[in-house]
């Protein structure tokens, strides 16, 4: 049967049966919803196996095909997933005439190798499931063959890690007075060397809110690596903010972080930048201090407001001096050490309204939701692709597009076939000119499907 009559006859047909369905049976609108789901997810398979056969017979019809391959066998039988189901279609096995090279000509020209049973399309649904759910959840709810999560790990490792700049600017050299550097750490658990520190850069022009008690931030654009790999990373930022903005026009870049070493050192790599130490993790330390000793509180945040050093250091000391408990005495000692290493990104925090620091909340959202949060253990080249491939979704990036781009598994060579303009066109008038022998155009009754169609077969 024609593809185009095959298609249109069953989406008539099965319409009207699930619709007739919902009615008698009261069923709710969602029912009706995901029964044509599956229909049209079947129509699917039916169109992807009829462009392939359709292509594979403009090859075989093809002026060029002939002049330089022999048909070695017809109505070779593959399957291929996809996002609609499983694809079962014949093709046509070719010798080259000159080099005695075998080789299935439609395949190639879709760029689906011979042992591949995966379209590139579910491939990167999959990935993107993956993104957000475990390997075993990310292959649920495909209507494919029986994969499993080694799969799926097979598919992240095909695509490897992703460059942080692989995505270029959405503008170039922007002025702008005020440039935000954030960064932070997730500790992940992985298989055989224990905990692993996956580092978190973001760069942003700041903050607009968007609802009452909720804020996005400005043009975000996200950076990650693993640990050691200090220099390379700020390289990346470095050179993400020379490409988007006119590093002249800036006045101040702020460097913002928990306190670490490779978190300050930034600020050797990025021009006009200043460290600021984070809020969170200044009261974290604040807290630790004077927990035991509520009442001191209120004077250490006064006095820190308000620079008062001297004073901020005193009280650190008499805190000390009046705690017993040893484990509590090293907590006030490791506090006091912190604030007094720390004390200009301090008052530069609490100096400047718009320096406050999302970094926990975007570890936590970008890495510790998919790398921390469940009882899991890594392999260090898993850890680094999946930080990798979540930092380049939050930065727009498609996988699918990706996956095109860099991981397409055979582009068209040399021996890609021609076909003729002319054998296309006739495969497309047999086609149209087959809607005369649909039977729903031919019974007389009207309906709303029976008038589309009529226009349709009038093009």
């Known amino acids: 049967m024609n593809i185009i009559q095959q298609v249109i006859e069953k989406i008539t047909k099965d319409y009207y049966e699930i619709f007739e369905e919902t009615i008698k049976n009261k069923n709710n609108i969602g029912d009706f919803i995901l ?57 046509t096995y070719f010798k080259n005439k000159s080099t005695g090279e075998y080789a299935y000509l439609c395949d190639e020209r879709y760029g689906i190798e011979p042992h591949e049973r995966m379209d590139m399309s579910l491939k990167a649904a999959i990935v993107e499931k993956s993104n957000d759910l475990s390997y075993a959840k990310s292959i649920e709810g495909f209507n494919t063959g029986i994969y499993s999560r080694s799969t799926v790990m097979n598919l992240i490792r095909e695509m490897g890690a992703i460059e942080n700049n692989y995505i270029a600017s959405e503008f170039k050299n922007k002025s702008i007075k005020e440039l935000f550097v954030e960064a932070d750490e997730d500790h992940v658990a992985t298989q055989y060397n224990g905990n692993k520190m996956v580092k978190i850069v973001y760069v942003h022009e700041g903050k607009r809110k968007v609802s009452k008690n909720r804020y996005e931030l400005i043009n975000p654009r996200y950076f990650t690596a693993l640990s050691g790999a200090n220099e390379d990373l700020w390289l990346e930022v470095t050179n993400y903010i020379y490409e988007a ?20 050192e930034g600020v050797n790599w990025i021009p006009k930048s200043v460290f600021v130490l984070d809020y ?31 004073d901020v250091k005193a009280l650190f000391e008499a805190i000390i001096e009046s705690t017993e408990e040893p484990s509590k005495k090293d907590a006030v000692i490791t506090s006091k050490k912190y604030v007094m290493n720390n004390w200009d990104a301090i008052q530069r925090l609490l100096n400047n309204k718009k320096l406050g620091c999302s970094a926990e909340g975007h ?55 021609k076909i003729d303009s002319r054998t296309l066109k006739k495969s497309k008038r047999n086609n149209l000119g087959k809607l005369d022998n649909l039977i729903i155009l031919n019974i007389g009754k009207v309906n709303p499907c029976s008038r589309y169609l009529k226009a349709v077969r009038g093009l």
Request: proline share 1%.
């Open 35 to 91: 029964n044509i789901k599956d229909m049209l997810d079947e129509v699917g398979t039916i169109l992807v196996k009829g462009a392939l056969e359709e292509t594979d017979e403009c090859i075989r019809n093809s002026n060029d095909r002939k002049s330089k391959w022999y048909i070695e066998r017809r109505n070779e039988s593959k399957t291929l997933s996809t996002i609609f189901g499983d694809v079962v279609y014949d093709r």
């Open 245 to 264: 903005y006119n590093i002249d026009a800036v006045d101040n870049i702020y460097i913002s972080g928990d306190g670490a070493k490779w978190i300050k």
């Open 280 to 310: 969170f993790h200044l009261s974290k330390y604040i807290k630790k201090a004077t927990a035991h000793m509520e009442y001191t509180s209120k004077y250490m945040w006064q006095y820190l407001k308000s620079g008062m050093k001297k």
């Open 363 to 417: 570890v936590s959202h970008v890495l510790s939701d998919r790398l921390s949060s469940r009882p899991m253990g890594w392999s260090i080249e898993g850890a680094d692709q999946m930080a990798r491939l979540r930092c380049f979704i939050q930065n727009g990036g498609k996988v699918y597009e990706y996956m095109k781009s860099k991981l397409s598994t055979k582009k068209q060579k040399e021996k890609s076939i």
